[in-house]
């Protein structure tokens, strides 16, 4: 038999006032296991902490009820109370006769009949309690950043400053991401490009910081503090070790390729980096386009290699390493406005997209930074804008607001009118909206002293007029259509989750949303992390974000990595699942349904019949299992069963409610 | 004709060495009924028929054979073969440790005992076939016999619309009086594809989930638990209902079942493969909130 | 917790009964409330004085999706005359998922309970918030009333 001792808290009259507690204890006294029962004014002060250590000695108690305020509010106190008092904190069970009782039933007969039930439901719970213990784990102190964007190059810089090492780990040749593409950042104008390299360069000589450019992450296992991570390093066919990057592979390669960095206004060769900043400044072969690898022949770029760097024959190689914590950091891509067939994209050269503006304005861009149209290399008199191509258009688009369109485009506005003396832009728009420091002024500015006209209105149709295209549109503010005759269109196109995004986080066990973006574990208190612990968010992975946000949320998720990183062991949830081998059918639906990856299937051998045979059943990782209890109910067996909500515990507190 | 083919095919396999046993059905006691033979040597083969009485589900057997040797070759009917891709999709059997013989099925009959003459010719369909949705085996290695077609399934609900417009209280009484004859024999578990457990949350003597008393109550926790445990699992084969000795009407309790997850969720038939889920192991964003 | 709640305004109790009048019926409702949502939505009631009938007895689990259908129908057996299993919002779910699991599993089993003859009213899943210490105390008295017109509990039920 179970010794169980009950204490009523008073709560001065919190309590008291609507609760007739002597009787609560009296008729606590009478439930079966029972053996003590005490009422007193403040159950959680030092005095009534005493009260309960000394009956626990006194009567021997081995399980504790405390019939006070809610559990979200005291149970961290008095199960220490009962751990200094000699006891498994995990034997211990409150009624909630406060908020759930005596505030709420201002009837004192009623109440009492409530709060005797809910310490009768506790006391019931209480005896089928056992010790729990917390476990821990050893955390392996690295961490890897997937995507080496400003997000990611910040993220590890941060991590790596604080003593830990770091991986980057980048789909392309080189790091940088999106920003080395854009010429200017709003809004002072800087130049992006400036402020970016310099971080690209501390980043590749940080003794913390290891890069792995052209690679992916292939494989996922383990969990927080202790991930394998398998990257898939592709094939380069430069041997990085022997590769100098003195560029005479690349001046002699005979074959021209649109270049994806240029957004295929300019050219690059098979062997390329993307741009002369690259870190590494090393190149890669693209094999695709590469005549040695099309027919066999060509081969200049080995000749002509001062080191034997340039390898044909290698091959993608995987390499498994230990982290302790992933930060995520993959980027954005361009909305695909071909679905937009009135703006004319993909049919007349002229109409571009926003990154292809700031290709053409950047000095080391493919026009060398003078604006000029694709289709004739004319310098363009007449500049459209389009706003929300994409954005917040349910029908064709995506829901939300990009972020950044109104700013950059009102940046592109502003260094068109610098550029091209005398020329006019024209902005078709929905809504501005500039809610960032300096960005207001920055769009007065561009209204004001850079003269761009704004008109409220969709567009209906682009179409070509001789060399222009013409703009038809609404100016909803006027109530009239207008009709403009440009020399170039610019569409600013919605940002959206990269096209792999939904693969990674299967990868990764995260979850994301209805647009692929990554999804943060609380919108407001937890944006950095994900619901799969020891894996963070940084930048627009998450969703449009701009420059100084990506920087900020980079920091963020660097401090929650740190966080962890710094400790040597983390401790673990002490209600966690567990699984009945002997019951187990090993149907693994708990495995499909658990969010944390926390179920997996493990073999057994057992004897039957004589001989011994192998069968698979599901084995819970108790580092990762969060305790939702979900798995739970998908055994229809019920072999699965959760510590401290387990059926037994639930079905003697429904019994005794019930009474 | 189906039945020589079967005893060809079964002939080979066993030869060769390729299966160590074929599970079908043999001519029963009555000319009426065929039940379910297993067969391991080949000069066996002749007690191998299909008729319009291989009424029974063969697929729960295989889970006899889990850690046999070898192969295991099983006939399938429509329901079979989903009641193989159940029990794959709940990993009790392996793909590669069966040999699956479709039968394209016309549809089972049942004749009261001693009747006469012995003629197959106007005798009804059984319940369970009448609203067959997939006669078709589909999932098999080979096929005996041509497809044959769906038939008209549209009063496959007419039972459970019946008694869905029924007050609260008949409703109540209703059942009341068919789980009060429920003798907790648990035929109904034992035949059906769907329940795979080790052991059964009613069986063992962990968590008393039900009383031993054979009462009302305790008949009805029994059944409503049953029919949540196998709710998006049930490929209506209707050997519950089959086997029952009360003659309670399960069906009518799984397809209530089947016609609210349809209804809820979106189309699912269980068993039709192996990948697709059961409804109540997933969720989208968008389903119904009736809770708010 | 501040003790200067006791300056709170109480409201004034409901109906208060003539001496020596029968205590009016109170119905038993058992609700399985998350330990995320549900139950800091029933505290934030409590904190707010927010009366409601003294019927509800709240058992307190990790997620909604801990809640095994099985639970409900012994709650009928054992004489409770209505149960409530409640949660995050879809989307706020603590463990990202369970609640989305909770949506489908109850609303099937409403569905077969009433098939089964029991009054749905019965038998209720909601959606209560942390912040929604209003709602709770409007779901309990909502609850509350409907089962005090449908009187008590016989279905199911194994004891007297």
Known sequence: MRKVGVFVCHC???????????????????????????????????????????????????????????????????????????????????????????????????????????????????????????????????????????????????????????????????????????????????CSACILTPKMVDAAQHPNIEIISYAEVDKVEGYVGNFDITIRKKARSVDMNKCTGCGTCWEKCPTKVDSEFDMQLGKRKAIYTPFPQAVPNKPVIDREHCLKFKTGKCGICEKVCPTGAVDFTMEDELITQQYGAIVVATGFDQFDHSVYGEYGYGKYPDVITGLHFERLVNASGPTMGKIKRPSDHKVPETVVFIKCVGSRDEAKGKTYCSRTCCMYTAKHATLMAEKVKGSKSYIFYMDVRTPGKGYEEFYKRTQGEYGAQYIR??????????????????????????????DMVVLASAMVARSDAGDLARTLGISYDKDN?????????????????????????????????????????????????????????????????????GCLLCKSICPYKAIDVKIIAERVGGKTVERQVASVNKSLCQGCGACTVACRAGSLNLLGFTNEQILAEVEAVCL | MITEKMRDVAKDLLTKGEVNMVIGWEKGTFWYNSTPVFITKAEDVERLVFDEFCTNNLAKYLLDYKTAEGKVAIFVKGCDARAVNRLMQDQQVQRDKVYLLGIPCGGMKEAAPGTQPQATE??????????????????????????????????????????????????????????????????????????????????????????????????????????????????????????????????????????????????????????????????????????? | MSLDTEAVQQQPATAAQPEGAPQ??????????????????????????????????????????????????????????????????????????????????????????????????????????????????????????DIKALGPNRKMRDVE
């Not at chain 1, 005095?47 to 005291?74: F, T, W, Y």
């Not at chain 1, 208190?525 to 980079?554: M, Y």
Request: proline content about 6%.
């Open chain 3, 24 to 145: 009016e019926w109170e119905p038993r409702i058992v609700g399985f409330a998350c330990n995320w949502c549900t139950y800091a939505g029933a505290d934030l009631a409590g904190l707010s004085r927010l009366q409601y009938p003294p019927s509800i007895r709240l058992i307190r689990v990790p997620c909604s999706g801990r809640v095994n259908p099985q639970f409900v129908i012994r709650a009928f057996q054992r004489g409770a005359d209505g149960v409530l299993v409640a949660g995050c919002h879809p989307g706020d779910c603590h463990y990202s998922t369970g609640n989305y699991f909770t949506r489908r599993r109850f609303l099937l089993m409403q569905n077969m309970l009433q098939y089964m003859g029991m009054d749905p009213r019965r038998f209720q899943a909601r959606w209560i918030s942390g912040s929604e210490g209003p709602k709770f105390q409007q779901v309990i008295t909502q609850m509350t009333e």
């Open chain 1, 517 to 585: 973006f990554f999804t943060e574990a609380h919108p407001k208190l937890r944006p950095v992390e994900t619901h799969t612990a020891g894996v963070f968010l940084a930048g627009a992975c998450q969703g449009p974000k701009d420059i100084p946000d990506s920087v900020a949320q980079a920091g963020a998720a660097a401090a929650k990595a740190i966080g962890l990183l710094a400790k040597s062991q983390m401790e673990t949830e002490a209600t966690v699942s567990q699984v009945d081998e002997s019951r187990c059918s």
């Open chain 2, 122 to 292: 106007g005798l009804p369909l059984v319940e369970k076939c009448q609203n067959c949705t997939s006669p078709n085996p589909v999932v098999f290695d080979v096929l005996l016999g041509d497809q044959v077609s769906v038939r008209d399934t549209q009063n496959r609900f007419a039972a459970v619309e019946k008694l869905e417009a029924l007050g609260t209280d008949e409703k109540y009484a209703y059942w009341g009086e068919m789980f009060d004859k429920c003798i907790r024999c648990y035929a109904c578990r034992n035949v059906c594809p769907a329940c795979s457990c080790r052991e059964c949350a009613f069986d063992g003597n962990g968590l008393n989930w039900l009383g031993k008393q054979n009462n009302l109550q305790e008949n009805q926790m029994f059944n409503i638990t049953r029919a949540m445990h196998v709710a998006g699992r049930c490929i209506e084969c209707g050997e519950c209902e089959r086997v029952c000795p009360m003659d309670l009407p399960l069906m009518a309790i799984n397809r209530k079942v089947i016609k609210d997850l349809n209804e809820l969720f979106g189309a699912y038939e269980a068993g039709m493969d192996v990948e697709n889920r059961p409804p109540l192991g997933q969720f989208k964003l968008e389903d119904p909130e009736k809770f708010m």
């Open chain 1, 12 to 190: 001065g009259s919190n309590i008291a006032g609507t609760v007739d507690v002597e009787k609560v204890a009296q008729e606590a006294a009478k439930f079966p296991n029972v053996v003590f029962a005490t009422d007193y004014k403040y159950m959680c002060s030092e005095p009534g902490q005493q009260v309960i250590k000394d009956a626990i000695k006194e009567h021997n108690l081995d399980r504790v009820v405390v019939a006070s305020c809610s559990p979200r509010m005291h149970e961290p106190t008095f199960r220490r109370c009962i751990q200094t008092g000699g006891l498994n904190p995990y034997l211990l069970e409150m009624a909630n006769i406060r908020e759930h009782c005596s505030w709420v039933h201002p009837d004192k007969a009623k109440g009492t009949v409530k709060a005797i039930d809910l310490v009768r439901k506790a006391a019931a719970k209480v005896v089928k309690n056992e010790p729990l213990q917390k476990s821990s784990i050893n955390i392996t102190k690295r961490a890897l950043v997937i995507g080496g964007g400003i997000a990611g190059i910040q993220v590890a810089l941060d991590i790596a400053d604080a003593g830990f090492p770091v991986t980057i780990v980048e789909k392309e040749p080189t790091i940088g991401g999106r920003m080395a593409q854009i010429d200017k950042t709003f809004p002072t104008l800087d």
């Open chain 1, 457 to 486: 209105g969709r567009v209906s149709k682009v179409y070509p007029k001789g060399d222009k295209l013409v703009v038809r549109g609404e100016d909803s503010l006027l109530g009239r259509p207008v009709e403009i005759e440009a």
